[in-house]
T-cell receptor, first 113, second 110 residues
Framework: NAGVTQTPKFRVLKTGQSMTLLCAQD?????MYWYRQDPGMGLRLIHY???????AKGEVPDGYNVSRLKKQNFLLGLESAAPSQTSVYFC????????????FGPGTRLLVL | DAKTTQPPSMDCAEGRAANLPCNHS???????VYWYRQIHSQGPQYIIH???NNETNEMASLIITEDRKSSTLILPHATLRDTAVYYC???????????FGTGTRLQVFP
Protein backbone atom coordinates (compact mmCIF):
# COMPACT_ATOMS: atom_id res chain seq x y z
CA ASN A 1 0.00 0.00 0.00
CA ALA A 2 1.27 3.43 -0.94
CA GLY A 3 -1.08 5.07 1.57
CA VAL A 4 -1.70 8.72 0.74
CA THR A 5 0.29 10.22 -2.10
CA GLN A 6 0.42 13.79 -3.34
CA THR A 7 1.43 15.24 -6.68
CA PRO A 8 3.47 17.35 -7.24
CA LYS A 9 5.95 17.53 -4.38
CA PHE A 10 6.97 21.09 -5.14
CA ARG A 11 5.73 23.81 -7.47
CA VAL A 12 6.48 27.45 -8.19
CA LEU A 13 3.68 29.59 -9.62
CA LYS A 14 3.40 33.16 -10.70
CA THR A 15 0.59 35.29 -9.32
CA GLY A 16 -2.58 34.67 -11.28
CA GLN A 17 -1.61 31.24 -12.58
CA SER A 18 -3.77 28.22 -11.89
CA MET A 19 -2.89 24.72 -10.84
CA THR A 20 -4.35 21.52 -9.44
CA LEU A 21 -2.91 19.46 -6.62
CA LEU A 22 -3.71 15.78 -6.70
CA CYS A 23 -4.21 13.55 -3.68
CA ALA A 24 -4.63 9.81 -4.06
CA GLN A 25 -5.25 7.11 -1.45
CA ASP A 26 -5.35 3.35 -1.84
CA UNK A 27 -6.94 2.48 1.50
CA UNK A 28 -10.57 2.69 0.34
CA UNK A 29 -11.18 5.57 2.74
CA UNK A 30 -14.46 7.46 2.57
CA UNK A 31 -13.25 10.78 3.95
CA MET A 32 -10.54 12.95 2.47
CA TYR A 33 -9.18 16.35 3.53
CA TRP A 34 -7.00 19.19 2.33
CA TYR A 35 -4.99 21.25 4.83
CA ARG A 36 -2.51 24.04 4.51
CA GLN A 37 0.38 24.75 6.86
CA ASP A 38 2.11 28.12 7.02
CA PRO A 39 5.52 28.54 8.68
CA GLY A 40 5.40 28.09 12.46
CA MET A 41 1.70 27.30 12.38
CA GLY A 42 -0.45 24.24 12.79
CA LEU A 43 -2.46 22.79 9.94
CA ARG A 44 -5.70 24.49 8.88
CA LEU A 45 -8.49 22.68 7.08
CA ILE A 46 -9.31 24.01 3.62
CA HIS A 47 -11.94 21.62 2.27
CA TYR A 48 -12.96 18.07 2.95
CA UNK A 49 -15.08 15.32 1.46
CA UNK A 50 -17.18 12.67 3.18
CA UNK A 51 -17.60 10.56 0.08
CA UNK A 52 -17.36 10.39 -3.68
CA UNK A 53 -19.13 13.33 -5.27
CA UNK A 54 -19.38 15.37 -2.05
CA UNK A 55 -17.29 18.28 -0.78
CA ALA A 56 -17.56 20.76 2.08
CA LYS A 57 -15.77 23.88 3.27
CA GLY A 58 -13.30 23.88 6.13
CA GLU A 59 -11.73 26.78 8.05
CA VAL A 60 -9.98 28.55 5.17
CA PRO A 61 -11.76 27.68 1.88
CA ASP A 62 -11.46 31.02 0.06
CA GLY A 63 -9.41 30.92 -3.13
CA TYR A 64 -9.62 27.13 -3.45
CA ASN A 65 -11.92 24.66 -5.12
CA VAL A 66 -12.04 20.89 -4.78
CA SER A 67 -13.50 17.89 -6.52
CA ARG A 68 -13.98 14.24 -5.56
CA LEU A 69 -15.01 12.51 -8.76
CA LYS A 70 -13.46 9.20 -7.72
CA LYS A 71 -13.35 7.79 -4.24
CA GLN A 72 -9.59 7.43 -4.26
CA ASN A 73 -8.79 10.93 -5.52
CA PHE A 74 -9.29 14.40 -4.09
CA LEU A 75 -8.23 17.39 -6.18
CA LEU A 76 -7.42 20.86 -4.86
CA GLY A 77 -7.53 23.69 -7.37
CA LEU A 78 -6.19 27.19 -7.28
CA GLU A 79 -7.86 29.21 -10.02
CA SER A 80 -5.79 32.37 -9.64
CA ALA A 81 -2.84 31.89 -7.32
CA ALA A 82 -1.86 34.64 -4.88
CA PRO A 83 1.32 35.03 -2.79
CA SER A 84 -0.81 34.46 0.32
CA GLN A 85 -1.34 30.90 -0.89
CA THR A 86 2.34 30.11 -0.54
CA SER A 87 2.24 27.23 1.89
CA VAL A 88 2.70 23.51 2.37
CA TYR A 89 -0.42 21.58 1.46
CA PHE A 90 -1.24 18.28 3.12
CA CYS A 91 -3.86 15.80 2.10
CA UNK A 92 -5.32 13.27 4.52
CA UNK A 93 -7.86 10.47 4.47
CA UNK A 94 -9.80 8.43 7.01
CA UNK A 95 -12.31 5.59 7.12
CA UNK A 96 -15.20 7.82 8.06
CA UNK A 97 -17.23 9.24 10.90
CA UNK A 98 -15.76 8.26 14.22
CA UNK A 99 -12.59 6.98 12.61
CA UNK A 100 -9.68 6.88 14.97
CA UNK A 101 -7.13 8.50 12.78
CA UNK A 102 -6.42 10.50 9.68
CA UNK A 103 -3.57 9.36 7.47
CA PHE A 104 -1.54 12.17 5.97
CA GLY A 105 0.37 12.47 2.74
CA PRO A 106 3.92 13.84 2.47
CA GLY A 107 2.84 17.34 1.46
CA THR A 108 3.15 19.65 -1.52
CA ARG A 109 5.25 22.79 -1.18
CA LEU A 110 3.81 25.65 -3.20
CA LEU A 111 5.56 28.96 -3.77
CA VAL A 112 3.60 31.76 -5.41
CA LEU A 113 5.70 34.65 -6.66
CA ASP B 1 -14.37 23.10 19.25
CA ALA B 2 -12.51 23.23 22.53
CA LYS B 3 -9.17 24.97 22.51
CA THR B 4 -5.92 23.44 23.73
CA THR B 5 -2.87 25.07 25.26
CA GLN B 6 0.59 23.56 25.01
CA PRO B 7 4.07 24.83 25.86
CA PRO B 8 5.85 25.95 22.70
CA SER B 9 8.95 23.86 23.29
CA MET B 10 10.50 21.21 25.53
CA ASP B 11 13.77 19.34 25.77
CA CYS B 12 14.34 15.76 26.79
CA ALA B 13 17.44 13.61 27.17
CA GLU B 14 17.62 10.50 25.05
CA GLY B 15 16.43 7.43 26.97
CA ARG B 16 14.42 9.49 29.44
CA ALA B 17 10.66 9.81 29.55
CA ALA B 18 9.23 12.80 27.73
CA ASN B 19 6.11 14.22 29.38
CA LEU B 20 4.19 16.63 27.19
CA PRO B 21 1.36 18.55 28.90
CA CYS B 22 -1.82 19.88 27.36
CA ASN B 23 -4.57 22.01 28.85
CA HIS B 24 -8.11 21.72 27.51
CA SER B 25 -10.16 23.33 30.24
CA UNK B 26 -13.27 23.84 28.07
CA UNK B 27 -13.50 20.25 26.84
CA UNK B 28 -17.00 18.81 26.79
CA UNK B 29 -18.14 15.32 27.69
CA UNK B 30 -18.31 14.03 24.12
CA UNK B 31 -14.92 15.31 23.00
CA UNK B 32 -11.85 13.14 22.71
CA VAL B 33 -8.23 14.12 23.25
CA TYR B 34 -6.00 13.24 20.30
CA TRP B 35 -2.27 13.48 19.90
CA TYR B 36 -0.46 13.75 16.58
CA ARG B 37 3.14 14.52 15.82
CA GLN B 38 4.92 16.03 12.85
CA ILE B 39 8.51 15.05 12.25
CA HIS B 40 10.45 17.72 10.39
CA SER B 41 8.13 18.77 7.56
CA GLN B 42 6.42 15.44 6.98
CA GLY B 43 2.70 14.88 7.24
CA PRO B 44 1.35 14.55 10.80
CA GLN B 45 1.29 11.08 12.33
CA TYR B 46 -1.37 9.79 14.71
CA ILE B 47 -0.05 8.77 18.14
CA ILE B 48 -2.89 8.07 20.53
CA HIS B 49 -6.29 9.25 21.69
CA UNK B 50 -8.56 8.93 24.72
CA UNK B 51 -11.83 10.03 26.23
CA UNK B 52 -11.44 9.81 30.00
CA ASN B 53 -9.44 6.70 30.77
CA ASN B 54 -5.70 6.50 30.51
CA GLU B 55 -4.53 4.86 27.32
CA THR B 56 -1.35 3.11 26.21
CA ASN B 57 -0.15 1.82 22.89
CA GLU B 58 3.18 0.87 21.37
CA MET B 59 4.14 4.50 20.86
CA ALA B 60 3.04 6.32 23.99
CA SER B 61 0.79 6.65 27.02
CA LEU B 62 -1.93 9.20 27.51
CA ILE B 63 -2.86 10.33 31.00
CA ILE B 64 -6.09 12.34 31.30
CA THR B 65 -6.94 14.04 34.59
CA GLU B 66 -10.14 13.08 36.33
CA ASP B 67 -11.78 16.42 35.51
CA ARG B 68 -10.58 16.01 31.90
CA LYS B 69 -9.26 19.56 31.82
CA SER B 70 -5.72 18.51 31.07
CA SER B 71 -3.72 15.58 29.79
CA THR B 72 -0.14 14.41 29.42
CA LEU B 73 1.43 12.48 26.60
CA ILE B 74 4.25 10.26 27.78
CA LEU B 75 6.97 8.88 25.54
CA PRO B 76 8.54 6.38 27.95
CA HIS B 77 12.03 6.20 26.44
CA ALA B 78 12.58 9.11 24.10
CA THR B 79 14.91 8.66 21.14
CA LEU B 80 16.42 11.16 18.75
CA ARG B 81 13.77 10.08 16.21
CA ASP B 82 11.09 11.42 18.56
CA THR B 83 12.22 14.98 17.90
CA ALA B 84 9.11 16.54 16.40
CA VAL B 85 6.23 18.94 16.93
CA TYR B 86 3.51 17.33 19.04
CA TYR B 87 -0.08 18.46 18.64
CA CYS B 88 -2.77 17.98 21.27
CA UNK B 89 -6.20 18.15 19.63
CA UNK B 90 -9.69 18.00 21.07
CA UNK B 91 -12.14 16.43 18.71
CA UNK B 92 -15.89 15.92 18.94
CA UNK B 93 -16.86 12.24 18.75
CA UNK B 94 -19.05 12.63 15.65
CA UNK B 95 -16.76 14.81 13.59
CA UNK B 96 -13.60 14.01 11.72
CA UNK B 97 -12.35 17.57 11.73
CA UNK B 98 -9.03 18.10 13.45
CA UNK B 99 -8.25 21.61 14.73
CA PHE B 100 -4.49 21.94 14.99
CA GLY B 101 -2.85 24.48 17.29
CA THR B 102 0.83 25.36 17.18
CA GLY B 103 1.89 22.34 19.22
CA THR B 104 4.97 21.64 21.35
CA ARG B 105 8.34 21.32 19.69
CA LEU B 106 10.12 18.45 21.46
CA GLN B 107 13.87 18.32 21.08
CA VAL B 108 15.49 15.07 22.20
CA PHE B 109 19.20 15.47 22.79
CA PRO B 110 21.93 12.82 23.14
Amino acid sequence: NAGVTQTPKFRVLKTGQSMTLLCAQDMNHEYMYWYRQDPGMGLRLIHYSVGEGTTAKGEVPDGYNVSRLKKQNFLLGLESAAPSQTSVYFCASSYGAGAKTQYFGPGTRLLVL
Amino acid sequence: DAKTTQPPSMDCAEGRAANLPCNHSTISGNEYVYWYRQIHSQGPQYIIHGLKNNETNEMASLIITEDRKSSTLILPHATLRDTAVYYCIVRHYNTDKLIFGTGTRLQVFP
